[in-house]
């Protein structure tokens, strides 16, 4: 199986050890890994353009949306888990924290009776993503290693 691996880890100081460290998981449970640095595009429109072609070509995506940057999982990984759920292709994410996305902004930015310190609604489904991340992707507590066995 050809599996796409998105996630923030393309800007990981150790970004091209960590890639081989996916390709070698994949391989070892007798797939073929995909990673956003496998293309030689060097601009936006280039890389954008070959990363979504990856996702068509695969069989499936793998999907580290653990928080990037704040509370929220990358943009661009979120993207292309909304791609790929158009595609019709199964998506495994995982995250490191079980705890929902009111627990974690309640933890990182405060709440007051549910909204955040901007006034805004919490969504409180009881999950650790967004409903429109954690519906349509099938969600692993822990790391890319019990992503790629949940795939198994």
């Keep these: 199986m050809k599996i796409y691996f998105?996630?923030?880890?393309?800007?990981?100081?150790?970004?091209?050890?960590?890639?081989?460290?996916?390709?070698?998981?994949?391989?070892?449970?007798?797939?073929?890994?995909?990673?956003?640095?496998?293309?030689?595009?060097?601009?936006?429109?280039?890389?954008?353009?070959?990363?979504?072609?990856?996702?068509?070509?695969?069989?499936?995506?793998?999907?580290n949306l653990n928080p990037f940057r704040g509370c929220e999982p990358d943009s661009g990984t979120c993207f292309e888990v909304g791609a790929a759920v158009a595609l019709g292709k199964r998506v495994v994410a995982y995250v490191g924290s079980g705890e929902t996305v009111r627990e974690r902004v309640r933890r990182e930015l405060g709440d007051s009776d549910g909204y955040d310190h901007d006034g805004m609604l919490i969504e409180d489904f009881g999950l650790p993503l967004n409903l429109m991340l954690a519906v349509p992707c099938e969600v692993v507590v822990g790391g890319v290693e019990e992503a790629i066995e949940r795939l198994c």
Excluded: K, Q, Y
């Design 6 to 63: 998105a996630g923030p880890d393309v800007f990981r100081r150790d970004a091209i050890a960590h890639a081989e460290v996916l390709r070698r998981l994949a391989s070892t449970h007798g797939h073929v890994a995909l990673l956003p640095l496998d293309n030689e595009a060097n601009d936006a429109v280039g890389i954008c353009a070959a990363n979504l072609a990856m996702i068509r070509d695969a069989d499936a995506v793998i999907a």
